[in-house]
């Protein structure tokens, strides 16, 4: 299961798997950020390969004008992955 929303503070929350599944999905979100924008990962407990590729699509949108994502709330297990990925570089970690 997965799930995408906006907090109240306009942080975007991830919570569930952010897989091949659920990829169009936040794909399609994310597609209407103009701004840089906080990404909370607290709540999500997977994220694969196609899920990584969304995110780096909407990082390069987001550089063209000057903004980003923000990554925040990363568990151990997903902080790792975006090391092994070679991602901590690309975005902004909180």
Do not use: K
Not at 14 to 33: M, Y
Not at 39 to 52: K, R
């Amino acid at each position: 299961m997965f799930d995408i929303r906006r907090g109240d503070d306009g942080t975007v929350i991830l919570a569930g798997r952010l897989d091949a599944a659920s990829a169009p999905v936040a794909r399609d979100f994310l597609a209407g950020l103009t701004t840089t924008t906080r990404i909370d990962f607290s709540h999500l407990e997977y994220i694969a390969s196609v899920g990584l590729g969304v995110l780096i699509g909407v990082q390069r949108c987001l550089r063209e004008s000057g903004q980003g994502l923000v990554l925040c709330g990363l568990r151990p297990h997903l902080r790792e992955v975006l090391d092994l990925a070679g991602f901590t570089g690309i975005f902004e970690i909180e």
